[in-house]
């Protein structure tokens, strides 16, 4: 076997930042990498669309367990597998359903604690099991305190600012959306700070891990089926990295281990978490994080499936940690690509005022001598993420990807009570790569129902009348306790469901709509200050 010299002197130089024999003020200047370990502190652009020729990967994960370790790092294994909120809800092990889009599907990591760091101990009584102990324990070594406990147990960790997250794993196949995305998950209570009025707050902890509150905030920009470097020539069924970190250092350290392993950097991507901006470490207090992947429609539902049954097998998850503390190199916070095309939706559509008014007053015309109604406007639904997060307020789950939007509470009364949706079709516009709309029940904030942007089609015909033009740039749709017509979905209950309490809603309960708009023709969430907001009006039975 022939080695580029090159390569081995990097490798010793990474190797000796790892064991911490260099320093990076004696060295000044990291050497340079192509692809994944090109950016520096001062590069800070949005992703751009892979480039290059299709290769498959021949990679190994036993080869990259092996060069992280020669390069001086502890490894452990974690676990990729589907996160389904309503039945761990539905089964006590999970306190909030964090929003769910109902009929998408979520993936999250299960990671064990750092050397040298408690477990944080389950509630056995409620089901809840602890967290896997590290697999490195210096008894002669203090242990920093545990992650702050919440089920299921390590799908939220603290780090240091040099670890990092390995993930390798196959894409799923053809589907609307799929995205995975880091976020800073729980940060600590202010000492002092009243939260009881704060918007969506949920508050839990210890007095060993510290108490904290949920912010959900994303960091950074997701790698989603645009902008994805994997191998193969498709953003489907193929083969990606994802390496989650804070310091450049270990950033272009397991970069050239994943390359010697197999996994060249045209297929990796780095998630860059801002040490100066968020509270890395282990103490008490610090930050808690995660990784969270969506898809969205999947051609092939049964193959999905399959998918996701093996998926904690097929896929590779890794906690890298310096045996020894590697100097602080922190990642600056990226640019920020506008939301926006600077073309309003009202600009692709012909006299949209008299439409969505012929659509309202067709609508109440239709159910007003039976029913009572409230009509509901729509305003931002989410905060994006580091705003949020500067803000210590909960981002409820953003993603750039996506424009939120939601309306205001209200109940369902009756059996006969039913809810509008209405407006433009921001697929037809170009402002959605896909939308929905989805009906959630506070306060566990479980999504129960929803109506997709594939459904609409032919919707609005009915309202605006059969010779209206660009019929299909607008929709209506109902979501009731029965199938009214052809354009409704059924809400079910929530008594008696079979999958779970928190698949269903009962009357009385205090529920909302939020619409998600997933990438624009400029490959991120829409600008709200170009859409044209959605719609809702609630029917009530009126008493004989």
């Given at each position: 076997?022939?080695?580029?010299?090159?390569?081995?002197?990097?490798?010793?130089?990474?190797?000796?930042?790892?064991?911490?024999?260099?320093?990076?003020?004696?060295?000044?200047?990291?050497?340079?990498?192509?692809?994944?370990?090109?950016?520096?502190?001062?590069?800070?652009?949005?992703?751009?669309?892979?480039?290059?020729?299709?290769?498959?990967?021949?990679?190994?994960?036993?080869?990259?367990?092996?060069?992280?370790?020669?390069?001086?790092?502890?490894?452990?294994?974690?676990?990729?597998?589907?996160?389904?909120?309503?039945?761990?809800?539905s089964e006590g092990k999970l306190l909030t359903c964090f929003g769910n889009n109902a009929g998408s599907t979520y993936l999250i990591l299960n990671l064990p604690p750092a050397p040298n760091q408690n477990a944080a101990p389950g509630d056995p009584d409620r089901g809840w099991e602890g967290e896997t102990e590290s697999a490195?324990?210096?008894?002669?070594?203090?242990?920093?305190?545990?992650?702050?406990?919440?089920?299921?147990?390590?799908?939220?960790?603290?780090?240091?600012?040099?670890?990092?997250?390995?993930?390798?794993?196959?894409?799923?196949?053809?589907?609307?959306?799929?995205?995975?995305?880091?976020?800073?998950?729980?940060?600590?209570?202010?000492?002092?700070?009243?939260?009881?009025?704060?918007?969506?707050?949920?508050?839990?902890?210890?007095?060993?891990?510290?108490?904290?509150?949920?912010?959900?905030?994303?960091?950074?920009?997701?790698?989603?089926?645009?902008?994805?470097?994997?191998?193969?020539?498709?953003?489907?069924?193929?083969?990606?990295?994802?390496?989650?970190?804070?310091?450049?250092?270990?950033?272009?350290?397991?970069?050239?281990?994943?390359?010697?392993?197999?996994?060249?950097?045209?297929?990796?991507?780095?998630?860059?978490?801002?040490?100066?901006?968020?509270?890395?470490?282990?103490?008490?207090?610090?930050?808690?994080?995660?990784?969270?992947?969506?898809?969205?429609?999947?051609?092939?539902?049964?193959?999905?499936?399959?998918?996701?049954?093996?998926?904690?097998?097929?896929?590779?998850?890794?906690?890298?940690?310096?045996?020894?503390?590697?100097?602080?190199?922190?990642?600056?916070?990226?640019?920020?690509?506008?939301?926006?095309?600077?073309?309003?939706?009202?600009?692709?559509?012909?006299?949209?005022?008299?439409?969505?008014?012929?659509?309202?007053?067709?609508?109440?015309?239709?159910?007003?001598?039976?029913?009572?109604?409230?009509?509901?406007?729509?305003?931002?639904?989410?905060?994006?993420?580091?705003?949020?997060?500067?803000?210590?307020?909960?981002?409820?789950?953003?993603?750039?990807?996506?424009?939120?939007?939601?309306?205001?509470?209200?109940?369902?009364?009756?059996?006969?009570?039913?809810?509008?949706?209405?407006?433009?079709?921001?697929?037809?516009?170009?402002k959605a790569r896909y939308f929905n709309a989805v009906l959630h029940e506070r306060p566990l904030i479980n999504g129960v129902c929803s109506v997709y942007n594939s459904m609409l089609p032919g919707s609005a015909a009915e309202y605006l009348g059969e010779d209206a033009d660009e019929a299909d740039g607008y929709y209506v749709?109902?979501?009731?306790?029965?199938?009214?017509?052809?354009?409704?979905?059924?809400?079910?209950?929530?008594?008696?469901?079979?999958?779970?309490?928190?698949?269903?809603?009962?009357?009385?309960?205090?529920?909302?709509?939020?619409?998600?708009?997933?990438?624009?023709?400029?490959?991120?969430?829409?600008?709200?200050?170009?859409?044209?907001?959605?719609?809702?009006?609630?029917?009530?039975?009126?008493?004989?």
């Open positions: 076997m022939v080695f580029n010299t090159t390569e081995v002197s990097r490798r010793d130089f990474l190797k000796g930042m790892a064991a911490g024999a260099v320093s990076l003020g004696a060295i000044g200047v990291l050497p340079a990498f192509s692809g994944a370990a090109a950016a520096s502190a001062e590069t800070a652009e949005p992703p751009a669309e892979p480039q290059g020729e299709s290769f498959i990967s021949d990679g190994s994960p036993d080869e990259l367990r092996k060069k992280l370790e020669e390069t001086g790092f502890r490894v452990q294994n974690g676990k990729l597998y589907e996160f389904d909120t309503l039945r761990l809800a490195y324990d210096d008894p002669d070594v203090e242990n920093a305190p545990e992650n702050p406990f919440f089920s299921p147990a390590g799908m939220a960790f603290k780090m240091r600012q040099d670890e990092a997250v390995v993930i390798i794993t196959r894409l799923p196949e053809a589907c609307k959306y799929w995205s995975f995305i880091a976020y800073d998950m729980f940060v600590r209570q202010m000492e002092g700070k009243d939260y009881t009025n704060e918007k969506a707050y949920f508050g839990f902890g210890s007095d060993e891990s510290g108490y904290y509150h949920t912010v959900f905030a994303s960091i950074g920009w997701p790698v989603n089926l645009l902008n994805a470097r994997h191998d193969g020539d498709s953003a489907f069924g193929t083969q990606t990295v994802i390496v989650l970190c804070a310091n450049r250092t270990v950033r272009d350290s397991v970069s050239l281990c994943l390359t010697e392993a197999g996994y060249p950097d045209a297929m990796v991507n780095v998630m860059e978490i801002p040490a100066d901006i968020y509270r890395m470490g282990l103490e008490r207090g610090k930050d808690t994080f995660s990784i969270f992947g969506r898809v969205s429609q999947p051609e092939d539902r049964d193959a999905f499936r399959e998918y996701l049954e093996k998926l904690p097998e097929t896929a590779t998850v890794l906690r890298v940690s310096p045996k020894s503390e590697i100097p602080a190199a922190a990642f600056a916070v990226r640019d920020l690509k506008p939301r926006g095309s600077g073309i309003h939706e009202a600009a692709r559509l012909t006299r949209c005022t008299e439409k969505l008014d012929r659509i309202r007053e067709a609508l109440i015309a239709k159910y007003a001598d039976e029913f009572d109604y409230e009509e509901l406007s729509t305003d931002i639904g989410i905060t994006d993420g580091l705003t949020a997060y500067m803000k210590d307020a909960d981002a409820q789950g953003d993603v750039l990807d996506a424009a939120y939007l939601n309306c205001g509470d209200f109940t369902l009364q009756s059996d006969e009570d039913f809810v509008a949706v209405y407006g433009v079709n921001h697929h037809f516009t170009g749709y109902k979501m009731a306790r029965t199938q009214m017509d052809e354009h409704t979905a059924v809400i079910p209950y929530s008594t008696g469901n079979e999958q779970g309490r928190f698949y269903g809603v009962d009357n009385g309960s205090t529920v909302f709509v939020l619409f998600r708009l997933y990438l624009d023709e400029t490959g991120i969430g829409a600008s709200y200050y170009e859409l044209i907001n959605d719609r809702v009006i609630v029917f009530h039975k009126k008493k004989a």
